[in-house]
């Protein structure tokens, strides 16, 4: 039994060496056919047309690899050329005499993508990048990454990982995480930082993003800006948000800015739930809901401690925001208003397409225990 066992695997390795150097003596004798068909692959898997303008080069050891000079890609959301793509082989397939790469190294690509596109299908093999340029075009502004060195790995029990380093618009750029495809939807884990040591913005995203219409979003993010002002100046990104102003809004947030909540999509609307938001000495909790549109409308429901309406850094700051719809309830231990401490405030703002905020409603106990309820236009802008 012993013997019979020691000839089937001496066997299974000698099949396994012919098969192997049968497919390196093909690869000997025409990579160019080799390299053909591996772009082909890659094109299907991208979704891209792919063209090789260089040569081929072929290394069998350690592992078979095809390297392609000169690439360029052309599709509807990816463009852009690589100096070279090495073409890990991989080896389990290559026991079957097919070409299937395990793993893809995209070697100084300039790349340009499309960001209102759908998310894309996982790479069917690791992916690397080195030293890349990659450009986000988006109808309102375009954001460039440089010097872009990246990871895509697929976990052998399922999911991915996934890590990036490298500039975004001259900025420092740390993006790294994880997750898994399940039916219509992909689940993340992202942390994003941005600035050095993320001191311009932290940012990170637990949960689902659909890819399909009929899917709806759903998890948590929690944002963090430790200097508001600065963030302000970060122009690519502020120009990618759907409402102007926010910009200047920035630049009167006292440091440090954090945002959380937890967020699903609901009825064509985005529903935020455990929201929390800090700027400097302020603290507000509550709820909201943002439905898309022109302009989108938000409507939220925030408690405070202690609430201030005056000075550079209170809620009318929010007069600086043009093209959103809002209205804002808030609820407030103690607030003041110019020369005047409240207790007990409950207060309704609105927030038109152009800026004007107006005090729908003022309830509130001012000293000596006098009742207040009253309305006042605010100017602003």
Not at 103 to 127: E, K, Q
Not at 132 to 159: D, F, M, N
Not at 275 to 280: H, V, Y
């Amino acid at each position: 039994m012993r013997r019979l066992v020691v000839l089937v695997v001496l066997a299974l390795l000698l099949l396994a060496t012919f098969a192997a150097g049968a497919l390196a003596a093909l690869l000997l004798v025409d990579r160019e056919a080799a390299a053909r068909a591996l772009a082909q692959r890659l094109a299907r898997d991208l979704g891209v047309q792919v063209a090789v303008d260089g040569p081929v080069g072929l290394d069998l050891l350690p592992r078979p690899q095809l390297s392609l000079s000169r690439v360029r890609l052309a599709g509807p959301t990816l463009s852009g050329r690589a100096d070279r793509i090495d073409l890990v082989l991989d080896a389990a397939a290559l026991l079957r005499l097919d070409l299937r790469p395990a793993r893809v190294r995209l070697v100084r690509p300039d790349l340009t993508l499309d960001a209102t596109a759908a998310l894309p299908p996982p790479p069917a093999a690791d992916l690397a990048v080195v030293d890349g340029r990659i450009l986000l075009r988006h109808p309102r502004t375009a954001l460039e990454a440089t010097g872009l060195e990246a990871q895509w790995t697929s976990r052998p029990q399922g999911g991915f990982t996934f890590e990036a380093r490298g500039r975004l618009a001259g900025q420092l750029l740390s993006l790294r995480g994880g997750g898994e495809e399940r039916p219509g939807r992909v689940v993340l884990d992202v942390a994003v930082h941005l600035g050095s040591d993320g001191r311009l913005l932290r940012l990170v995203l637990r949960g689902e993003l659909p890819r399909t219409p009929a899917a709806a979003p759903a998890g948590e993010l929690r944002l963090v800006a430790a200097d508001p002002p600065a963030l302000a100046r970060f122009r690519p990104l502020v120009a990618l948000l759907p409402v102007s102003g926010i910009d200047a809004l920035l630049a009167r947030i006292p440091a440090p800015l954090t945002v959380a909540a937890a967020f699903a999509g609901e009825d064509g609307m985005l529903r935020f739930e455990r929201l929390q938001i800090a700027a400097g000495d302020l603290a507000l909790a509550g709820s909201g809901r943002l439905r898309p549109g022109t302009p989108p409308h938000l409507a939220v429901e925030l408690s405070a401690t202690a609430l201030a309406l005056d000075g550079a850094g209170s809620l009318v700051a929010l007069g600086e925001l043009r093209g959103l719809a809002a209205e804002v309830h808030l609820v407030a231990e103690h607030a003041r208003i110019p020369s005047l401490p409240l207790r007990g405030a409950d207060l309704r703002l609105r927030l038109a397409p152009d800026g004007a905020l107006s005090l729908e409603r003022l309830r509130a106990k001012a000293p000596g225990g006098t009742e207040l309820d009253a309305s006042a236009e605010t100017a602003s802008g």
